[in-house]
């Protein structure tokens, strides 16, 4: 299932700013409900999970205990489908150029996370059958399946930080230097993940837009500090954990439109972004 070619290298590159939250379930400070835990693990051999989950706002706490980079995709299996056949879809659509079927529906998750990294992300899940994949898993069966049970679960919690995905454009506010949890929200209608990397000295969003259209030149950006989201598909959203420096950023895309074809960022999906 992995997204594209280009996509994979890059995300070999990235060295992630993703902090974990809090360890406890319970109340926060001002009263309101924190989400439900739900810990994943991914190792090299594959991925567990636990087999349920109350619906409403989940925290995915992420562990990669392999000695490669990992992440954590939910998907909702509509229809009956299986994982299996979500992994060959995905793969179809990702490496194959193919159609994605409208029946593969991405929730968020946890991006890309180095060996021995923890990461954090709060999604919102109806009631169903899922799975939790692991995009850059080697693994036979990269994936652990779990059910989301009928109840009144908490929406998403509030955040300060917001960057919402439309086609073909990032659109962010109240980004603040340091650790903090932002609000990623896809208000289009295509499937769309988050890159964030910041601006090399001198450099410009111009520059960046030349070199990831074109992939000719120096890269205008700082691979080391960037990080990613999981994908989310069209109308939902996710809370992600990240650490910025201050500084300007380019915001970018690489998912292709369901239809197939060039990721985003090829279509112009790349967006300027300043942290304060």
Known sequence: ?????ALALLLLCVALGFTACGDDDGDDD?????PQAFAVTATDEGVTAPENVQAGAVEIRFSNEGDQDHDAQVVQLTGGRTPAQVLKAGEA???GGGELPEWVKFLGGVGSTPPDGASTAVVELPPGDYAVFD??????EPWA???VEDAEGEGLPETDG???AIEYAFDSEELEAGSQSLLFENTGEEPHHLVGMPLKPG????????FFETEKGEIPVEESKAFDTAILSGGTSAIVDVRLEPGDYAFLCFIPDRAGGP???AKGMISAATVN
């Not at 450099?203 to 030349?210: N, Q």
């Open 145 to 147: 399946e779990f059910t």
């Open 93 to 95: 659509w990702g490496e």
């Open 135 to 140: 995009i850059q898993g080697e693994a036979d």
């Open 1 to 5: 299932m992995r997204v594209t070619p």
């Open 30 to 34: 001002d009263g309101s409900a924190r």
């Open 162 to 164: 917001r960057v919402e």
């Open 263 to 265: 990721p985003h960022a």
């Open 203 to 210: 450099r410009t969003i111009e520059d960046a837009k030349a």
